[in-house]
């Protein structure tokens, strides 16, 4: 049987910044690394062509692009420049991966393919509410990243949904360009770390918006501009009128692949070792938001592509 599938000395699974930065410098090198890129049949929460920038307006914040540039685009040309130097893509979900032996099998919705070596680049998505205009008005006034969009609502009232460490940090950030951050929370008390509690309520600009649910997020038909909410304890509902809404409920790591393959680190995100991108099986690298729950951004999963494309190409040295 594996003389009829197709040996290739590396496999990138995920075609966003990491995937396809990993891609390039594979293709470089020489490895000829063939991509299963993922397929539009799947939803958001899964593997996708291009990863989370698919779904992203406007960047500003990739370098290279003073006057910024679309989401896809960017990914559309990390693509290009990948197959441009050698690397072929495949508009393919991988089904399931054996691990069990070398090299591995991998099988996609229509290709099978043996890797010796293998890159998981499948991303994280974000954790959405599931509410009545949230889809509508999804990049059009909801986001789920501060860093990526806040500067788009300087000098602008918003709304951060969450109680953790990460809805804090974005209302602290938000808190430097908007005119006013007011925090949601479905609970009276917050599960962040009390420091950055502190913080938050040090802060003359950020609200608090305490034991009330978000009924619908509304709008004009164009972009958001409020959000309809419900006290937990009276049933009473009331409008919050904001330009921003973003939802900070945390992000979901796809693992569903390596599940019980490779280690993670206790918030289920795939564990590497320091200062590399090797995982707990030899051969296999993570890269990208799939093993970064801190940054989640374009330009280090890009980075840590590199790395995972330099690591494989060592590793593969090593074998002759």
């Not at 430097?176 to 913080?199: I, Y």
């Not at 090797?278 to 940054?295: M, N, Q």
Request: hydrophobic share 40%.
């Amino acid at each position: 049987m594996s003389k009829e599938i197709p040996l290739r000395k590396l496999v990138v699974i995920g075609s966003g910044p990491a995937g396809c930065t990993a891609a390039i410098y594979a293709a470089r090198a020489a490895m000829q690394p063939l991509v299963f890129a993922g397929g539009p049949s799947l939803s958001d929460a899964q593997r996708v062509p291009g990863g989370q920038l698919t779904t992203t307006t406007e960047v500003e914040n990739f370098p290279g692009f003073p006057d910024g540039i679309m989401g896809p685009e960017l990914m559309q040309r990390m693509q290009q420049q990948a197959e441009r130097l050698g690397a072929q893509v495949l508009l393919e979900n991988v089904q399931r991966v054996d691990f069990s032996k070398r090299p591995f099998l991998l099988e996609g919705e229509k290709t099978s393919v043996l890797a010796q070596a293998l890159i998981i680049g499948t991303g994280a998505s974000a954790k959405w509410l599931g509410v009545k205009g949230e889809d509508t008005y999804r990049n059009r006034g909801v986001s789920a990243c501060a860093t990526c969009d806040g500067f788009f609502f300087r000098g602008q009232e918003v709304a951060v949904v969450g109680g953790g460490d990460t809805a804090m940090e974005e209302a602290l950030f938000l808190s430097n360009m908007c005119t006013s951050v007011t925090l949601v929370h479905r609970r009276e008390e917050f599960r962040a770390s009390q420091a950055m509690q502190q913080r938050v309520h040090n802060n003359p600009k950020i609200k608090m918006a305490l034991g009330v649910v978000i009924e619908e997020i509304l709008g004009n038909g164009k972009e958001a501009t409020g959000l309809l909410l419900k006290n937990l304890k009276t049933g009473v509902l009331t409008t919050l009128p904001v330009n921003g809404i973003f939802i900070a409920i945390g992000h979901s790591p796809v693992t569903e692949l390596v599940e019980g393959v490779l280690d993670k680190q206790e918030n289920g995100y795939l564990k590497v070792k320091p200062g590399s991108t090797h995982t707990s099986l030899e051969g296999v690298f993570a890269c990208g938001d799939v093993a970064d729950a801190r940054y989640r951004q374009a330009i280090t999963a890009a980075a840590s592509g590199c790395m995972a494309a330099l690591d494989a190409e060592r590793y593969l040295m090593e074998l002759g």
